[in-house]
């Protein structure tokens, strides 16, 4: 009885994640075009003012409740992408077009050249949905994908602790008012594992991952959330 209560403890955790993963849309992009948009507009709900959920996604966690239409604290976008390469779930797409919300204004995707993004779908709506702030930055070093994430996302840190990186040497543009000076800064956005930095501010970029690696756990991180 201990023996097979031990396998279930094993076991579930894998198929709760291969369930959550059969639900992401995970691929490397090239924005095509994004346009900010109302959302009042985009579902129709100009005149509305009675209570109301919004529902962005399919599962309770990917939706935002709001107390009384129309009130959203997010900016909405909707984007075209060009899909380079299909990390999950390949759809047999070469374009996609959902929505983002974000509530510090224009998506951080916008300005990468190559965003990996994560995807879920909404049957109701019938409209892809990107899983709020999450996407990584992708390269192609001789023919092949590899990847790195926005340091500051602390929450997936952890669970790369253990993959393996691959040794680079990338030239990289440090943002303009970024303090190279600040070690507590430095070291939460640019760590020196990762970044080669020098006192000239000329950077490079010295690991990355696998995408496919970077992708499973991005995806394992989104089931536990």
Excluded: C
């Excluded at 899983?131 to 992708?138: E, G, L, R, S, W």
């Amino acid at each position: 009885m201990k023996t097979i209560f031990s396998l279930v403890i094993y076991i579930l955790p894998i198929l709760l994640f291969s369930q959550k993963k059969d639900s992401i849309y995970a691929f490397i992009g090239k924005v095509i075009e994004s346009n900010k948009v109302d959302y009042k507009e985009h579902y129709d709900l100009k005149d509305k003012i009675t209570n109301y959920s919004l529902q962005i996604g399919d599962t309770k966690n990917d939706y935002q409740l709001i107390d009384k239409a129309p009130i959203l604290m997010d900016e909405m976008y909707v984007t075209k992408v060009k899909v380079i390469k299909w990390l999950n779930n390949d759809i047999k797409k070469d374009t996609i077009e959902f929505v983002s919300f974000d509530h510090y204004g224009k998506p951080d995707f916008l300005s990468v050249e190559y965003p990996i993004l994560y995807l879920g779908f909404n049957k109701k709506k019938k409209e892809f949905y990107q899983y709020k702030y999450q996407f990584d930055i992708a390269y192609k070093i001789k023919e092949k994908w590899l990847g790195i994430y926005q340091f500051r996302d602390l929450y997936i840190t952890k669970y790369l602790a253990n993959v393996k990186t691959v040794s680079v040497n990338i030239p990289y543009n440090l943002p303009e008012k970024f303090n190279i000076d600040n070690e507590e800064q430095r070291e939460k956005y640019f760590p020196r594992d990762f970044y080669d930095i020098k006192s000239n501010r000329e950077a490079f970029i010295r690991k990355l991952y696998k995408v496919e690696d970077l992708a499973n756990v991005r995806m394992n991180s989104l089931t536990l959330r």
